[in-house]
């Protein structure tokens, strides 16, 4: 009988084990980073999880509803006296019978994610929808029978020009006590923006703040907020979570798939993710100082899936052409729909519109940052992440598509990946004579040649690798002559090195063996560089496309945006094929583009109907309907490609050509292989 198989999410770390192993010793057996203290006996919480239930079709496993033991009386006990979250279970009690998918909160993982979507620094013209207006109300007057609400919107028409305010039931329950305490005199929070204005909030007599808003990111992956003072702009907080839709599904067709095979199944990612914006909200409060009910407003970029998913709205129609979205408009709604009980009761939400069914309201948030229908030079521009992003245009005209790039740059899928936390590989070099590696952990600025390296990630240790340090690895390989054009890795003899040895039919690359101190053998694999060529093929047809949509072969400017954009080299992208040829000197880091396009429409209503503009005049490009996507997937299979020559990568990076697959120059270790297209 086959053993039970057991998918961690988020690392994407599986295998078998034998059944009534616990879910604890599953993790450390695959080395997936589950935190405990207590040795298992269920005291310390640490190693809470969550396990999944249905269809995975990602994965290719039906979770049943005995996949794991009952609940025994240490779960009981914990639950009676500290409670667990509804569907969490102790990984140190939980024990697995049948094939099962197990989500790793971030608050159980040792390593904690590093969520790495800064804001970045911006000059942004001040103009909020949401102020603070200081007003007197002429008092009652029985020979002028109106309501205290009328007087005080008559009052706000007169001094600030603000007509036709509108206020939920609330707020006019509030409002007659306000009014007497302030002697008639009070502050109001009003929203105004393209409908009427709402009164917020209400103060007696003078009160000058604060105004908080969130300007959120919401990634398949990660989702990232940032704290801004509605009066300042000035960035109070940053933080980010792992979206816990994860473990539904690591990429977005993945997740539509499960909301198709589980009835509820929608409603249970909508919830999921709510609780997670709900936390964030709290988490930027708390690192700020600030009380959440300070928090007025909030503007939200996502992608058309994580958009439906938000809102409550079945993604389904996403998930098949035509790809029809319930709504693409932008669309204005009470914040406490997308995040109840996390900032103030009458708080807004604004949500940028999105392009089309995979071009989302991230999309546009590019666009309204990076302003491509305003330049002069024809500029590229790759929002990279685990659904990419890709505008092509100038002042003329600009296109955009979505490229299924999956969860490969975030570090799934990699044999030794990990996502971006302490402790991971995050930079990679290997020399090209000795072949052998250096590299660069998150949390330390050393390379681990360097002296003190040992000691200053004794905490840490070195763990796995992430997207960044995947990417260098198998750039970095192939300049060093350890990879052929066409992704093949050499053997020991063919390349000059024992740091590759045989796995199977095919070789790894050994960049760090940590198992005489109990730690992981970090290597690239076979497997690995074909999960990088998927992805990055991906990203490179999706620009090669809206190239050949505008009938040209090469662009002025390229532009990395998103959390991953700011932590790879342009040298290395190009070198992997990731982008189109183009001077180095032109290919620049925008950082995370979408959060801050949330942000310029958090702080200025005008960009508001900016952005809606810029959207109608884009045109999409769909992917998935045009065949010559599929020519240019498999052209861009070449590492950096197949056919094109890139010229201005050879002046600065003049690659080796040996030929793994016939035995050419890589000698007598060259295996022969049947090549995949």
Known sequence: MTDPLVIFTPSGKRGRVPAGTSVLAAARKLGVDLDSVCGGRGICSKCQVSPGSGEFSKHGVTVEADALTDWNEVEARYDRVRGLKEGRRLGCQ????????????????????????????????MDPATRLYLVEVEEPDMHAPTGDFERLATALEKAWGIKGLQADLDLLSQLQPVLRKGEWQVTC??????????????????????????????????IAAHLCDLTSGAVLASSGVMNPQIRFGEDLMSRVSYAMMNPGGDREMTAAMRGALADLARACAEEAGVETDSIFEITLVCNPVMHHLALGIDPV?????????????????????????????????????????????????????????????????????????????????????????????????????QRAAPGAIERVE?????????????GCDLWNTEEGFDLATATTGVTGICGSGIIEAVAEMRMAGLLDRSGL????????????????????????DGTAEGGPRITVTQGDIRAIQLAKSALYAGARLLM?????????????????GAHISPKHAMVLGMIPDAPLERVTSAGNAAGTGARIALLNKAARVEVQKIVREITKVETAIEPRFQEHFVAANGIPHATAPFPELSKVAPLPEPSFNTGGSGGEGGRRRRRRG
């Open 317 to 417: 129609e996403l998930g098949q052409a035509p790809f029809a979205l319930a709504t693409s408009d932008a669309l204005e709604l009470p914040a406490a729909t997308l995040m109840p009980g996390a900032i103030h009761p009458q708080a807004r939400a604004f949500l940028l519109p999105c392009i089309a069914g995979h071009v989302g309201a991230d999309a546009a948030a590019v666009a309204l940052s990076e302003a491509p229908h305003k330049a002069e030079a024809l500029t590229l521009i790759v929002d990279v992440g685990t659904n990419a992003e890709i505008l092509l245009g100038d002042k003329r005209r600009v296109l955009a598509c979505s490229s299924p790039t999956g969860p490969a740059f975030e570090g799934a899928q990699i044999s030794s990946g």
């Open 94 to 125: 939980a024990c697995i019978e049948k094939d099962v998918v197990i989500d790793v909160p971030p608050e159980s993982q040792v390593h904690k994610q590093v969520i790495r979507k800064s804001a970045d620094t911006r000059a942004i013209e």
């Open 489 to 512: 890795i050499g053997s020991a003899e063919a390349t000059g090195t024992a740091r590759i040895t045989p796995q199977g039919r095919t070789f790894v690359y050994l960049i760090f």
């Open 189 to 222: 929070a009003v929203h105004q923006a393209e409908g009427a204005p709402r009164l917020l909030a209400l103060w007696p007599g003078f009160y000058e703040g604060p105004l908080h808003g969130l300007a959120i990111d919401l990634g398949s992956t990660t």
């Open 430 to 442: 290997i020399d090209p004579e000795s072949k052998e590696p250096r590299f660069k952990v998150i």
């Open 548 to 564: 050949d949509e505008l009938g040209v072969d090469e662009v002025d400017r390229v532009v990395l945006a998103g959390a991953f």
